[in-house]
C-alpha cells in the first residue's frame, strides 16, 4: 500500500522560506513522477512542480524561480525548498505519486 | 495554458445521477486527452477516482465503485464524469485534471449537493 506524508508545514513571514518533506512507502521516489499540488483555503487545487524518475523537473509559472524539487533516494522522501514566501503561497500542499496516490497534506501560512 | 471549465456547483437527489462536466477551450481537442477524475470531501485530501479517454482506454481507481464512471461528448469538446444511484457519501468537490505537456491543469472543480 502507498502512503505519502507530507510534514514541514507551518507560519512564516513574508519573504521567508521554509522546506516541505513528502515521506514514501509503498512507492519508490525515482521510480516515477511525483509532484506537488497545493489548495488555498477555499479555493481549488492549482498544480505546483513535478520530478521525474529520470530527473527532469518543471514548475508552474507562479512558483519559477521560488521553489525547488528535489527527491532523496536513501530516505526516500520528495522535497519542496520553498523561499520568497508570498501571502499568495498559503495553502495545503499535497504530494501525489504518480496521479493515483496522495498524502493528506501540510498547511504553509505565510502572513506577518 | 489550457483552461478546463467545471460548472462550480450541482444538485441531484439520492438515487438519480449526475453527469459532472469538464470543459475544454477551443483550440484543443478532448479526444486527445486522458481526463483524470478526483473527489475530494471536506477537510480530507483528493481521493483519485478514474482516468478516462475512450472505452479502450480507461482506468478505475483502486477501490471506487463502478457506479463512478467517465465519457465524453466530442462534439461539445467535454469530459465527463458520471455518478449513478446518487448517495449521501456522494456530496463532495469534484476536479477534473489533464495532463498538458509536462504540467498539470486542473478545473475548477464542482460541488456536488446531494439532497
Known amino acids: 500500500e502507498v502512503q505519502l506524508v507530507e510534514s514541514g508545514g507551518g507560519l512564516v513571514q513574508p519573504g521567508g522560506s521554509l522546506r516541505l518533506s513528502c515521506a514514501a512507502s509503498?512507492?519508490?521516489?525515482?521510480?516515477?513522477?511525483m509532484t506537488w499540488v497545493r489548495q488555498a483555503p477555499g479555493k481549488g487545487l492549482e498544480w505546483i512542480s513535478i520530478?521525474?524518475?529520470?530527473?527532469?523537473?518543471y514548475y508552474a509559472d507562479s512558483v519559477e524561480g521560488r521553489f525547488t524539487i528535489s527527491r532523496d533516494i536513501v530516505k526516500n522522501t520528495l522535497s519542496l525548498q520553498m523561499n520568497s514566501l508570498r501571502a499568495e503561497d498559503t495553502a495545503i500542499y499535497y504530494c501525489?505519486?504518480?496521479?493515483?496516490?496522495w498524502g493528506r497534506g501540510t498547511l504553509v501560512t505565510v502572513s506577518s | 495554458q489550457a483552461v478546463l471549465t467545471q460548472p462550480s456547483s450541482l444538485s441531484a437527489s439520492p438515487g438519480a445521477s449526475a453527469s459532472l462536466t469538464c470543459t475544454f477551450p477551443?483550440?484543443?481537442?478532448?479526444?486527445?486527452?486522458?481526463i483524470y477524475w478526483y473527489q475530494q470531501k471536506s477537510g480530507s485530501p483528493p481521493q483519485y477516482l478514474l482516468r478516462?479517454?475512450?472505452?479502450?482506454?480507461?482506468?478505475?481507481g483502486s477501490g471506487v465503485p463502478s457506479r463512478f464512471s467517465g465519457s465524453k461528448d466530442a462534439s461539445a469538446n467535454v469530459g465527463i464524469l458520471l455518478i449513478s444511484g446518487l448517495q449521501s457519501e456522494d456530496e463532495a468537490d469534484y476536479y477534473c485534471?489533464?495532463?498538458?505537456?509536462?504540467?498539470?491543469?486542473f478545473g475548477g472543480g464542482t460541488k456536488l449537493t446531494v439532497l
Open positions: 501525489a505519486a504518480t496521479e493515483a496516490y
Open positions: 509503498g512507492f519508490i521516489v525515482n521510480s516515477n513522477y
Open positions: 520530478l521525474y524518475g529520470g530527473g527532469s523537473r
Open positions: 477551443g483550440g484543443i481537442s478532448v479526444d486527445t486527452y486522458r
Open positions: 478516462y479517454k475512450s472505452d479502450s482506454d480507461k482506468q478505475q
Open positions: 485534471m489533464i495532463w498538458h505537456g509536462s504540467t498539470w491543469v
